[in-house]
């Protein structure tokens, strides 16, 4: 008898982060086939054997090289060859992961085919509809069929838009089983040879800084007020800022300067970007995924946003939410400087082991 085959879509590199421990995971439960469909929905030159090696997965079966473009011209062309796919080769399910434009055109071209759609990383709502990224996560989840949540927060948002509780299923967090993997082979590997190793040498004490989302870097006053206090606390505790291109971009329209003492780096690689952050004294960001690694490894991390889709971090974890305000910043990292930064616990079945209870799920749903 043929093994229900799933179908693993990932559209961007965290994406495939979050779909490495379900490989592994599949490999070695053994009753599942799956095919891992990249859309192509970020191009990232550096996703080769090497990064996949890195995850230890295969390359993707399928690349459909959707590309950039607005919102709406790129869902559209991962709609249309998605489409293509499912009415040839339809699988047993379609598996999505966190909230891209990518999670939602798969989203509603299977169930349109009629195939069932799960969700991991479901039910996260920041409750701001400006964000993109929101409209994804309601839309999708409004179509799944089964729900993988990471954190109570995800199951009671589900059940309160009347979702099935037999459908909800909080299994922990994959990103974090990636995490942990990833943490065990960074302990194995030369890390002498990172271009951060140097900064890392000379700078016993340090912290990490991201910002990339358009309500910082697009608006002048914000990332304006935000660099002052990134200045501001570079005279305590010297930073480094691995720069997106349109950060870096919007910091020399804007004529931000940010001092001496924030060194300016390109984006790094997984690995390397793991060996800088977790042995620094603070992190401040305002990106998700880094709110819930560092409260997986007790670092403490100040996140430069109004909300949170991950309350858990800040209930649980060692996330601080300071908005914009420099002063805020400047206080909760400079607590962090002081010895005192937040440090929380780990949530409940952020144990490594999410993936193999979600393939162990779906292997009984599909079989039935």
């Known amino acids: 008898m043929d093994k229900p085959t799933i179908y693993l879509v990932a559209g961007a590199r965290p994406n495939f982060m979050k779909i490495a421990p379900i490989v592994r995971a599949l490999d070695a439960h053994g009753g599942l086939a799956y095919k891992i469909i990249h859309t192509g929905q970020h191009y990232d030159r550096d996703m080769n054997e090497v990064f996949f090696e890195e995850l230890?997965?295969?390359?993707?079966?399928?690349?459909?090289?959707?590309?950039?473009?607005s919102h709406a011209q790129q869902t559209a062309r991962i709609m249309t060859a998605f489409e293509e796919l499912c009415a040839t080769q339809p699988p047993a399910c379609v598996l999505v992961?966190?909230?891209?434009?990518?999670?939602?055109?798969?989203?509603?071209?299977?169930?349109?085919?009629?195939?069932?759609?799960?969700?991991?990383?479901?039910?996260?709502?920041?409750g701001d509809r400006r964000m993109p990224e929101e409209i994804n996560r309601l839309v999708t989840d409004a179509i799944s069929d089964w729900f993988f949540v990471t954190e109570p927060s995800g199951r009671a948002h589900l059940l309160r838009e009347g979702k099935d509780a037999q459908d909800v299923h909080y299994v922990g967090h994959v990103m974090v089983d990636n995490?942990?993997?990833?943490?065990?082979?960074?302990?194995?590997?030369?890390?002498?040879?990172?271009?951060?190793?140097?900064?890392?040498?000379?700078?016993?004490?340090?912290?990490?800084?991201?910002?990339?989302?358009?309500?910082?870097?697009?608006?002048?006053?914000?990332?304006?007020?935000?660099?002052?206090?990134?200045?501001?606390?570079?005279?305590?505790?010297?930073?480094?800022?691995?720069?997106?291109?349109?950060?870096?971009?919007?910091?020399e329209r804007f004529?931000?300067?940010?001092?001496?003492?924030?060194?300016?780096?390109?984006?790094?690689?997984?690995?390397?970007?793991?060996?800088?952050?977790?042995?620094?004294?603070?992190?401040?960001?305002?990106?998700?995924?880094?709110?819930?690694?560092?409260?997986?490894?007790?670092?403490?991390?100040?996140t430069i946003r109004e909300n949170t889709e991950r309350p858990v971090t800040i209930d649980q974890g060692t996330n601080v939410l300071v908005g914009t305000d420099a002063e805020r910043i400047v206080a909760e990292a400079s607590k962090a400087c002081d010895g005192q930064g937040k440090c929380g616990r780990k949530p409940d079945l952020w144990d490594g082991r999410a993936a193999e209870r979600i393939v162990a799920i779906l292997a009984g749903l599909l079989r039935a």
Not at 56 to 69: C, E, N, S, T
Not at 285 to 295: A, F, V
Request: include cysteine; glycine fraction near 12%.
């Open 56 to 69: 230890g997965i295969p390359a993707p079966d399928l690349f459909m090289g959707a590309g950039g473009g």
């Open 97 to 126: 992961v966190g909230d891209v434009n990518s999670t939602l055109a798969c989203s509603i071209v299977a169930k349109k085919a009629c195939i069932p759609v799960a969700h991991v990383e479901a039910g996260l709502r920041s």
């Open 179 to 251: 995490l942990l993997y990833q943490a065990a082979r960074l302990g194995q590997i030369e890390t002498e040879g990172f271009e951060t190793a140097a900064f890392k040498a000379a700078n016993p004490a340090y912290g990490v800084v991201t910002l990339h989302r358009p309500s910082n870097v697009d608006d002048a006053a914000t990332f304006a007020r935000i660099g002052g206090a990134l200045r501001r606390l570079s005279q305590r505790l010297p930073l480094i800022f691995p720069v997106h291109p349109r950060t870096r971009g919007n910091l």
């Open 255 to 302: 004529g931000i300067d940010l001092g001496e003492r924030v060194s300016l780096v390109g984006p790094r690689a997984y690995m390397e970007f793991l060996n800088l952050w977790k042995d620094a004294v603070v992190v401040l960001t305002d990106s998700g995924g880094l709110q819930e690694e560092t409260t997986a490894l007790g670092v403490p991390c100040v």
